[in-house]
């Protein structure tokens, strides 16, 4: 069964930066859209920042400037490279992706989250 895999959250200062990481584990045909989304207390869960299967990324305007998508898919994982982090930015990230199974059978696979803490 394919799984999405987080790490890299935890508790940063305001202004420092946190690397999250999301690795597909299982057999997959292949992986499209890759995203990070996050939810604060009370609030919605978010887009904060996409990557396509051909490189092509969009963000939030919030964390435009600050925020970072990579993917390696050789390794079929993500990343989320967070720089500037402000309180506001505290929330748990979960990433996503659009995992295809061959014969254009494609299921949105979720992440069971990761906890970003910013401190003022």
């Known amino acids: 069964q394919v799984q999405l895999l987080e790490s890299g959250g935890g508790l940063v200062q305001a202004g420092g930066s946190l690397r999250l990481s999301c690795a597909v584990s299982?057999?997959?045909?292949?992986?499209?859209?890759m995203g990070w989304y996050r939810q604060a207390p009370g609030k919605q869960r978010e887009l904060v920042a996409f990557?396509?299967?051909?490189?092509?990324?969009n963000y939030d305007a919030s964390v435009k400037g600050r925020f970072t998508v990579s993917r390696d898919n050789a390794e079929n994982t993500v990343y989320l490279q967070m720089n500037s982090l402000k309180p506001e930015d505290t929330a748990v990230y979960y990433c996503n992706a659009a995992i295809n199974y061959g014969a254009n059978y494609v299921l949105e696979t979720w992440g069971q989250g990761t906890l970003v803490t910013v401190s003022s």
């Open positions: 299982g057999s997959v045909f292949s992986i499209n859209g």
């Open positions: 990557i396509a299967s051909d490189g092509n990324t």
